[in-house]
């Protein structure tokens, strides 16, 4: 006699969904939580590719830099400043690299009727032509923001670098290093700098330099009383007896991340100090000092309580408090850091007399 065959029971079939459900939602959390980890690494690689591409640059500069200016009298500068947006911005004179390094250096200088100078403006049409003449040994290399957020470096022969008369400067023919740049500073030791970060004791670094010391003289005044400093002298632009060079120079670069942004909570006026956000789980909630950029406004808060912004610093960065309307991003970034060592530094303030 043949046994019956057992069914399962109603409660039967619900516990075992109700235990596959369960089972699927860890699952797919575990693989959101897993993709999120992919997505943010991949993140912090692209950041971390973009940055050293930008410090790449940087360093093959600032390894090839020229300070004889007593050979070359008024080609030889290093300057560093503020665009008309507030941007720090750097120019300086270096050896010229070799001729597979740039195309257009490679091909200058191929015909005697050479007359036309790199300047970024028709260097390939006047390539082409057999106009182009040679840099000579010596070119200059210039950072700068052309588009907000966007770093480009400009390459010209050394008179057509930066005029006595400041001017604009070189941006035809620039080339994009990178987008996402929320904020770029160099900082400069010079003779007074006893560390990176001001301390209650001893100098921080420079913010602005000009080794021609006549070039930006103007931009001392406005300085004044800041951390930041143009070291100034009895100089001029064509003497080059008292030029002078940052023995370090440190490079900081934010890029922004590509996390959701929070936004504000309400509108907020330049003085407040206690901002409220929404969206803010991308945002750093423990106890420190962090940044984030409200429109071209860079703010730091000590800490993330609840929904609010505390121990709010505005204005940081060299940018100006200002006000913002509610639904205004609040950006954060990831800053990568590099410290170079120039070969040419030059204390000239302790060689000419103020």
Not at 139 to 156: G, H, N, P, T
Not at 251 to 268: Q, W
Request: hydrophobic letters at 40%.
């Amino acid at each position: 006699m043949t046994g019956r065959r057992r069914a399962f029971t109603l409660v039967e079939v619900l516990v075992a969904l109700g235990v596959f459900t369960v089972l699927g939602f860890g699952a797919t959390a575990f693989l959101i939580m897993g993709l999120r980890t992919w997505r943010g690494a991949e993140a912090r690689r692209d950041m971390a590719e973009r940055a050293e591409l930008v410090f790449a640059f940087l360093r093959a500069d600032f390894e090839c830099m020229y300070a004889a200016g007593d050979k070359a009298p008024g080609r030889a500068i290093f300057l560093s400043d503020e665009d008309a947006g507030g941007r720090q911005r750097l120019i300086l004179t270096r050896t010229v690299p070799p001729p597979g390094a740039d195309p257009r250096i490679a091909g200058a200088g191929l015909t005697v009727l050479a007359r036309d100078v790199i300047d970024g403006a028709g260097d390939l049409a006047s390539l082409r032509r057999g106009l182009l003449k040679p840099p000579g040994d010596l070119m200059c290399a210039a950072y700068v923001f052309i588009e907000d957020e966007k770093l480009y470096r400009s390459v010209v022969t050394p008179e057509k670098s930066y005029g006595e008369v400041a001017g604009d400067w070189p941006t035809h023919g620039a080339q994009l290093l990178a987008e996402g740049v929320m904020h770029l500073e160099f900082n400069f030791w010079s003779d007074r700098t006893t560390a990176w970060r001001s301390e209650a004791e001893g100098f921080g670094p420079s913010y602005f330099w000009d080794s021609t010391q006549g070039l930006a003289k103007e931009k001392a005044a406005a300085e004044e009383g800041r951390r930041r400093r143009i070291f100034t002298a009895a100089g001029s632009l064509q003497d080059a007896i008292d030029d002078d060079f940052p023995r370090l120079i440190e490079t900081r670069i934010v890029l922004g991340t590509s996390a959701e942004a929070a936004y504000l909570a309400g509108n907020i006026e330049a003085g407040a100090t206690a901002i409220a956000v929404e969206n803010g789980e991308s945002l750093p909630r423990e106890e420190g000092e962090h940044f984030v950029k409200l429109g071209r406004e860079w703010i730091s808060y000590g800490r993330l309580r609840g929904d609010v912004l505390t121990g709010v610093v505005r204005g940081r960065r060299g940018t100006q408090a200002a006000s913002h309307e509610a639904g205004t991003a609040v950006r954060t970034g990831t800053m990568f850091r590099m410290v170079a060592r120039p070969p040419c530094g030059r204390e000239a303030w302790r060689e000419v007399a103020r």
